[in-house]
T-cell receptor
């Protein structure tokens, strides 16, 4: 079975540019999560969706960040405008549902570098 | 609210030696606990999970963890380390947040295996 697919794997862009990260969750999973991983802060939950609806976006750092899930098989995380402090690895994860005993399945991440 | 503390950001062992990675949690409800492993340039993968029932949980690659409610601990062990076990290990506790069950991750422990 295909796992969670993220694209691009690497992104290098200049400060001020718009960045769009993409995620395809595992088919049949109805919960989707976006995380950011840095050395300083570890793994941070940015936002999560249930059945394509955003449930909690309290982890989104600023208004420059936005996320959408137009259908069950696709989600985007957008940063506009980007800043050097946004440099991190961004992970998408999905799970069968947001219940207590369901593990998350992670993609391989997008390594983002803002110059 | 729930939280996870992983003791030791780095653990170093010799190949063939016992591996012990420590995790303590706090949770306002009966906890659901997970260990994940992250290899370089990859996402997190589930090693094992505790939901209810047997307190000793066996996972993949010879790892196991024991849930000790009195100590609020869920330490990860492996009798004999292999070079391929070198990776980052994350403990997570799943608990209610905004009407859903969302995992909270520890900061991670880097396992270093010496030949």
């Amino acid at each position: 079975d295909a796992g969670v697919i993220q694209s691009p794997r690497h992104e290098v862009t200049e400060m001020g540019q718009e960045v769009t990260l993409r995620c395809k969750p595992i088919s049949g999973h109805n919960s989707l999560f976006w995380y950011r991983q840095t050395m300083m802060r570890g793994l941070e939950l940015l936002i999560y969706f249930n059945n394509n609806v955003p449930i909690d976006d309290s982890g989104m750092p600023e208004d420059r960040f936005s996320a959408k899930m137009p259908n069950a098989s696709f989600s985007t995380l957008k940063i506009q405008p980007s800043e050097p402090r946004d440099s991190a690895v961004y992970f998408c994860a999905s799970s069968l549902r947001d219940s207590s005993n369901q593990p998350q399945h992670f993609g391989d991440g997008t390594r983002l570098s803002i110059l | 609210a729930q939280s996870v503390t992983q003791l030791g950001s780095h653990v170093s062992v010799s190949e063939g030696a016992l591996v012990l990675l420590r995790c303590n949690y706090s949770s306002s409800v009966p906890p659901y606990l997970f260990w994940y492993v992250q290899y370089p340039n990859q996402g997190l993968q589930l090693l094992l999970k505790y939901t209810t029932g047997a307190t000793l949980v066996k996972g993949i690659n010879g790892f196991e963890a024991e849930f000790k409610k009195s100590e609020t601990s869920f330490h990860l062990t492996k009798p004999s380390a292999h070079m391929s076990d070198a990776a980052e290990y994350f403990c997570a506790v799943s608990g209610p947040r905004g009407g859903s069950y969302i995992p909270t991750f520890g900061r991670g422990t880097s396992l270093i295996v010496h030949p």
